[in-house]
């Protein structure tokens, strides 16, 4: 069996323990992450277990990247106590404000700077974005393809996967070669508990950290200014409730209560 | 004095914490109507997962992050739910196996790294455990080895041990040969051996099956199995007391913390969600002053723990710290639990919401571990043998001698 090398990319997400207390900038229209503590991206956490279960049935290794200030260092030491190998920190003023595209554009030039890698995995999508875009983007960049929804990774032989796709209603399984970017959903395992000895993990080995002068980036296709999108509006969905009385016979009531639904166009096919 | 935990002693906290949210919270209604599954679950998980692996150096296979990440780990498990938590058993293996040294030292120390082994230690009789020299059990001295004969109780957990740690009388107290505490010699006893077995389990404020008799009926045990060698011989109290000081009592602090941390967390959750006169109770002042009393024992209690276990990982005397530990330990674990039950009103009596677990939880942790009278004698002694410590200076710390301590 040939031994697979693996890179995981984490997103650092505001823990939903602390949501009550997230609050949207009304001039940036980003959260306020500002005293609320950071996770990895739970999905992300799934890729991490499916990297880690491959990779002791099979040998080989398990590098996490992730971009982000400094204090994303919180999150690869939690990385670590789960057992990856290595860790990359890509942090530099100059990838601030990136949007997905230049988010994936700088993971994929890191992930470029680290030797053979096989798979690269990552969280469907994030908990707080929710865009579901950075996978396809960082295999483009890569130059791989990819597949979203991974539900389960078979190996046919050393160099090709049955991967299982969740899809409305059903799933499909594709056939894959390597290199390949897998973006796995939260079904695809039971993430474990990190084990006692991560707490050693954690703290004795270091991540690397890159700056834009550590990875070949065209520096136009970075940050803020290489982002094509942003965020014009924000708004607060406000959920209302209303109440009216039907009066009359059971039967002159639903035929009351349809003609209302259908005006309001809450019933399907109306 | 450093007042922060390490990088790893807080990773320790992460851990656990992780462990407990996905093995134990989840599973609280089935331990509320106290069911033996996830008990003999948890009695290998736990153990499986290395939890008593910080007091274990790493030469020897532990973590080697030492008592304080011990503590909070306990701390962790018993704040999901109050007593589920198999950790000392493990570290007692540990101990018992280190004291001894030689043939048990080599068999079982594969399986207490891979947490397949469990030990308590047995002391109290049915008469009493704080008076040493009172103890029935004696042991005879034959060709190879010696025949125990006696019962010991009220041990935790006792059923689930592989091995125990037990004190036998091998002397007489008032025999000038073997005078007072020399007319005892510990004795590691495995499960197995003939004529050892558990006599019947004990119902308790905590739960059926909760504490375990042992019977020695003609047990023979090898030379091998004396705890100290040879030189182990009439002196038994120093790994018992080291072993009950340095596993039992820190645990049991851990334990008590537990409930105050599950307690303080609970309350604070619940009463910022429950709603009175239209608002959070958390608004009520008359709550606040309870939840500031929780986070003031909470903080003090850990403090205490906290420092007796930094002192016994740095090997500086602190038999007087873990009685004071235990004793803080078990006061603010008692207004805690009141406390929380009391923030939530009648709820906090029902089998269905943990105040109620949290508080009859707790008094079972007062005789554990040595009880808040004897633990006050031992600080007593210690004030006006003027060996207690209460400026913290660490010279006057590391110039005391320690009676019990064994030299490992």
Redesign the interface.
């Given at each position: 069996m040939k031994p697979i090398n693996f890179v995981v990319c984490v997103k650092p997400v505001p823990d939903s323990r602390y949501w009550d207390r997230l609050r949207l900038d009304p001039n940036t229209k980003l959260l306020r992450r500002e005293g609320i503590p950071i996770v990895i991206n739970p999905m992300d956490i799934n890729a991490i277990e499916e990297a880690l279960r491959i990779k002791e049935a099979r040998g080989g290794k398990v590098t996490v990247i992730s971009m982000g200030p400094a204090n994303t260092l919180e999150i690869l030491a939690w990385a670590y106590a789960f057992g990856v190998d290595d860790a990359v920190l890509l942090t530099d003023r100059a990838f601030a404000g990136a949007d997905t595209l230049a988010t994936a554009y700088a993971l994929a030039s890191g992930i470029k700077k680290l030797e053979e890698v096989d798979i690269v995995l990552l969280g469907n999508e994030s908990l707080d974005g929710s865009t579901g875009q950075v996978g396809p983007q960082v295999a483009e960049f890569l130059g791989v393809p990819h597949v979203t929804g991974v539900e389960k990774i078979d190996f046919v032989d050393d160099d090709t996967l049955h991967v299982r796709r969740k899809i409305e209603f059903g799933h499909m399984v594709i056939e894959t070669k390597l290199p390949v970017t897998l973006a796995v959903t939260g079904e695809i395992n039971e993430p474990r508990v990190p084990s006692v000895f991560g707490a050693l993990w954690a703290t004795e080995k270091e991540a690397k950290q890159w700056t834009v002068n550590d990875v070949k980036v065209d520096n136009e296709r970075i940050g803020q200014g290489g982002s094509p999108t942003y965020v014009p509006e924000v708004a607060n969905i406000e959920l209302q409730r209303r109440s009216e009385v039907l009066k009359g016979e059971p039967a002159e009531i639903a035929r009351q209560l349809v003609d209302k639904l259908s005006a309001e166009g809450v019933l399907p096919g109306a | 004095m450093p007042f922060e935990l390490?990088?790893?002693?807080e990773?320790?906290r992460?851990?656990t914490r992780?462990?407990a949210e996905?093995?134990i919270v989840p599973r609280r209604k089935e331990l509320m109507t106290d069911d033996r599954e996830i008990w003999e679950e948890q009695a290998v998980k736990q153990l499986k997962?290395?939890?008593h692996?910080?007091i274990i150096p790493r030469e020897e296979g532990g973590?080697g992050?030492g008592f304080v990440?011990s503590c909070i780990?306990v701390e962790e498990l018993c704040a999901a739910w109050p007593d589920l938590c198999f950790i000392p058993y493990g570290e007692f293996a540990y101990y018992f196996a280190k004291a001894t040294g030689g043939v048990v030292y080599d068999k079982f120390m594969p399986g207490i790294i891979s947490g397949d082994i469990q030990a308590t230690p047995a002391i109290t009789e049915p008469s009493g455990g704080s008076d040493m020299l009172g103890l029935q059990a004696n042991a005879k001295k034959v060709d190879g080895g010696w025949v125990l004969n006696g019962r010991k109780c009220f041990v935790g957990e006792g059923h689930y041990s592989d091995f125990v740690m037990t004190l036998f009388k091998t002397g007489d107290p008032n025999d000038p040969k073997t005078p007072g505490i020399r007319s005892l010699t510990a004795f590691i006893v495995e499960r197995g051996m003939d004529g050892f077995r558990v006599g019947r389990n004990e119902n308790t404020l905590s739960r059926k099956n909760d504490i375990t008799e042992f019977i020695f009926d003609d047990v023979f045990v090898p030379d091998s199995h004396v705890v100290g060698g040879e030189r182990g011989i009439g002196h038994g109290i120093a790994p018992v007391f080291s072993a009950v000081g340095d596993i039992g009592r820190m645990t049991i602090s851990g334990i008590l913390n537990g409930a105050t941390l599950g307690c303080y967390r609970t309350a604070v959750q619940y009463a910022r969600e429950r709603k009175l006169y239209g608002r959070p109770i958390s608004e009520l002042q008359a709550i606040q002053t309870r939840i500031a009393q929780m986070a003031t024992d909470l903080q003090a209690t850990r403090a205490l723990t906290y420092r007796a276990a930094w002192m016994r990982t740095r090997g500086i005397r602190c038999d007087a710290e873990q009685a004071t530990a235990k004793v803080f330990a078990e006061l603010a674990a008692t207004r805690a639990t009141t406390h929380c039950v009391k923030i939530h009103g009648a709820y906090g009596v029902l089998e269905d919401y943990m105040p109620h677990h949290y508080y009859k939880h707790t008094p079972v942790r007062f005789g554990a571990g040595g009880t808040e009278e004897s633990l006050n004698i031992m600080i007593a002694n210690a004030a006006l043998r003027q060996d207690a410590n209460p400026d913290m200076s660490s010279k006057s710390m590391e110039n005391a001698g320690w009676w019990g301590r064994l030299d490992w």
């Open positions: - | 390490t990088p790893a002693e990773m320790v992460r851990i992780e462990y996905k093995e997962a290395g939890h692996l910080h973590t992050i990440a780990a």
